[in-house]
């Protein structure tokens, strides 16, 4: 076979695919909000399975509602599998997670289409409730999948508007009867977005994804008295407020301090009960501590738990913390990485080794098959954010390698 006639993805088609997908909760605004479990979810899971059903996928959906589409459809054999995400933050963009699931799919029909003979099944995959935004830990469906949380754990779980996921999975139709955790695949590749700016600014195409950083998710609940604003003396209040701003403040401080790759953010905050003239009762908040040394992650979850208890005593308030998602730092099977990095390079891509700031599936699969993700640039290392984007020549760029990776590992 020439170069000319080898096979190749289309791009016109995943485009077509990633636009009418982001339809589904577009936000106006060129974002995408597709909480999980919600009905845009079932919506945007709707046009996925059909889409896997048109290419004559057999589709599998597990008991916490993880989808898979495999070829050939009467495949036994563990499959080299792809796939992601299409659950989004409630302000997401349109290619978190869509895109390595899309350009998957669109992988998978390559493949069909050019009649390759595979030495073992394909298969494209949607994890249930990548994000952790309205349900924790993130990388929920994956994290069941490989058998790190009990499925009737995950189905108690509650979520931050009192839905339950069990009941939510029943809702929306997608409890299947495949067992979790599932049949490790024979190997799992991803592809994403970087969501950050390092291949844009060092002018990279692709990204050979070496690992994921640990990831510590706490809910933070401070309890105090409520009282008047106008007659409580200072001296006198013992005040959520307060101690959650302070707080916010000190992991700030303690990140700049640490220097990278530490991060650290206060990304929701809730008072109760929240009015101009009252002291409240009550502050929740969570805090997003991330780094790609275990100890050293550890180490700033013991000084922000020391600091919280050193202000709830001067305060006299209660502190209490709450685990939301715990996540060691995860590195990638070395010759997947050398095979992403090879492959980039042989399209003619500068390619960047890099380690991944956010949270993947690929982190999970990671404890069950050699992994590894390729990440394509992000335009001012931009995402969760309407105006995540990525040019349309790294999109394809980055479909071109998922492809080749995939039917290396299809075909060897
Ligand atoms: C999950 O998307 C995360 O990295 O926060
Ligand atoms: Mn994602
Ligand atoms: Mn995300
Ligand atoms: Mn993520």
Redesign the pocket.
């Known amino acids: 076979m020439t170069d000319t006639d080898a096979p190749a993805i289309s791009w016109p088609r995943l485009e077509a695919r990633l636009a009418e997908l982001a339809r589904i909760g577009d936000t106006g605004d060129g974002g995408c909000s597709r909480l999980a479990l919600t009905d845009a979810d079932r919506e945007g899971r709707d046009l996925v399975v059909s889409w896997m059903r048109e290419l004559g996928l057999r589709v599998d959906v597990d008991g916490i509602g993880n989808v898979v589409g495999t070829w050939p459809a009467d495949a036994t054999e563990a499959p080299v599998l792809t796939g992601?995400?299409i659950d989004t933050v409630r302000t997401g963009g349109r290619y978190?997670?869509n895109l390595?699931v899309l350009a998957g799919l669109e992988a998978v029909e390559t493949i069909i289409t050019s009649g390759l003979e595979l030495a073992r099944p394909v298969a494209v995959a949607f994890f249930t409730g990548?994000?952790g935004s309205r349900f924790a830990p993130d990388m929920f469906g994956s994290l069941v999948y490989v058998g790190g949380l009990p499925l009737e754990e995950a189905l108690d779980t509650v979520a931050v508007d009192g839905a339950v996921v069990g009941d939510e999975l029943e809702r929306i139709g997608y409890v299947g009867p495949l067992p979790c955790p599932a049949r490790p695949p024979a190997a799992f590749v991803e592809l994403?977005?970087e969501?950050g700016p390092v291949l844009e600014a060092e002018g990279d195409t692709i990204g050979a994804v070496t690992g994921v950083q640990g990831i510590s998710w706490q809910e933070v609940t401070v309890t105090g008295q409520s009282n008047h604003a106008g007659t409580t003396p200072m001296d006198h209040r013992h005040d959520p407020a307060y101690v959650a701003a302070a707080l916010a403040v000190f992991v700030r401080e303690l990140a700049d301090e640490a220097g990278p790759p530490q991060v650290a953010t206060v990304g929701r905050v809730e008072l109760h009960p929240n009015l101009v003239n009252v002291v409240p009762a009550r502050a929740t908040f969570t805090v997003d501590l991330r780094h790609t040394d275990d100890d050293a992650l550890r180490a700033a979850e013991e000084a922000f738990a020391a600091r919280a208890d050193a202000l709830a005593a001067t305060e006299g308030v209660t502190v209490e913390r709450r685990s939301l998602a715990r996540f060691a730092p995860v590195e990638f099977d070395a010759g997947m990485v050398d095979r992403v990095e090879r492959t980039a390079r042989a399209r003619g891509h500068s390619v960047r080794r890099m380690p991944s700031g956010?949270?993947?599936?690929a982190q999970m699969l990671a404890r069950v098959c050699p992994t590894a993700m390729v990440f394509t640039p992000s335009v001012d290392g931009i995402s969760h954010n309407p105006d995540e984007h990525t040019l349309p020549a790294d999109l394809e760029a980055g479909a071109g390698v998922l492809f080749d990776v995939l039917v290396q590992l299809a075909t060897e």
Do not use: K, T, V
């Open positions: 992601s995400h978190d997670g390595g990548e994000e994403h977005i969501q956010a949270g993947h599936d």
